[in-house]
């Protein structure tokens, strides 16, 4: 008995298409979530003189297969006002970055996922 497979070089350009659609969704939904963090977590961020609040950044990296999201404060001082909780600040809470990611936790992947659903229609 043989099988003879026809439009497999369609399919494979076809499943190729998918691919890059998923993978560019995945990466405009990982971008939304990390800018979602990063506002989220300045919010919440302490405030003396601004300085910290304002030096943030956030970035979508691809290492190889592995996308990574980064929100990042560049003070020196920043890993000081976010890890001690035994201050007390006016405006803020330690823990804000870490508070942003797990108030967020529920819903990073349901935005992506979103994203995803869009492109495949």
């Given at each position: 008995m043989?099988?003879?497979?026809t439009g ?5 350009r076809?499943l190729?298409?998918?691919t890059r ?6 990466i405009?939904g990982?971008t939304?979530?990390?800018?979602t ?5 300045q919010s919440?961020t302490?405030v003396?003189?601004g300085?910290?609040r304002?030096?943030?950044?956030s970035?979508?990296?691809?290492f190889?297969?592995l ?13 000081y006002?976010?890890e001690r909780?035994?201050?007390?600040h006016?405006?803020g809470?330690?823990?804000f970055?870490?508070?942003a990611?797990f ?6 992947l349901?935005?992506i996922s ?6 495949l229609?």
């Amino acid at each position: 008995m043989t099988v003879k497979v026809t439009g497999a070089k369609s399919i494979i350009r076809n499943l190729d298409k998918a691919t890059r659609i998923i993978e560019n969704a995945t990466i405009r939904g990982t971008t939304d979530v990390v800018l979602t963090l990063r506002k989220d977590s300045q919010s919440l961020t302490p405030v003396d003189t601004g300085a910290l609040r304002s030096n943030v950044s956030s970035d979508v990296k691809k290492f190889g297969q592995l996308l990574v999201g980064i929100v990042s404060y560049f003070m020196k001082y920043a890993i000081y006002v976010h890890e001690r909780t035994d201050l007390r600040h006016t405006v803020g809470r330690a823990k804000f970055l870490e508070t942003a990611v797990f108030n967020m936790s529920n819903n990073m992947l349901k935005i992506i996922s979103l994203y995803i659903n869009r492109a495949l229609k």
